[in-house]
């Protein structure tokens, strides 16, 4: 494995897929974030959510497994292909 980056810019999706080809997703703690599950347990109405930088998608999918309307996006097409 290389540890040089093709484009160091984090707005160029190249520096994103070359962070999830590599397991370089340090972030990513494999389950959706404690913080949002908390607030959605809290706040039962049904949303319409947009998530940003969704990465491997472990709170997209929770949150849609939870009944709300979800939009994932992300700049790297492997973490959308991981999700």
Same mark, same amino acid.
């Given at each position: 494995?290389? &540890?040089?980056?093709?484009?160091?810019? #984090?707005?160029?999706?190249?520096?994103?897929?070359?962070?999830? =080809?590599?397991? !370089?997703?340090?972030?990513?703690?494999?389950?959706?974030?404690?913080?949002?599950? &908390?607030?959605?347990?809290?706040?039962? #109405?049904?949303?319409?959510?947009?998530?940003?930088?969704?990465? =491997?998608?472990? !709170?997209?999918?929770?949150?849609?497994?939870?009944?709300?309307?979800?939009?994932?996006?992300?700049?790297?097409?492997?973490?959308?292909?991981?999700?």
């Amino acid at each position: 494995m290389s &540890d040089k980056i093709i484009n160091p810019n #984090s707005s160029n999706p190249n520096f994103w897929d070359y962070k999830y =080809n590599n397991n !370089d997703d340090q972030w990513d703690i494999g389950a959706p974030t404690p913080i949002i599950v &908390d607030w959605f347990k809290k706040n039962k #109405s049904k949303k319409k959510i947009i998530i940003p930088g969704c990465g =491997n998608g472990h !709170d997209a999918i929770h949150l849609a497994k939870e009944g709300h309307d979800v939009y994932a996006v992300d700049f790297s097409i492997n973490a959308i292909n991981n999700l």
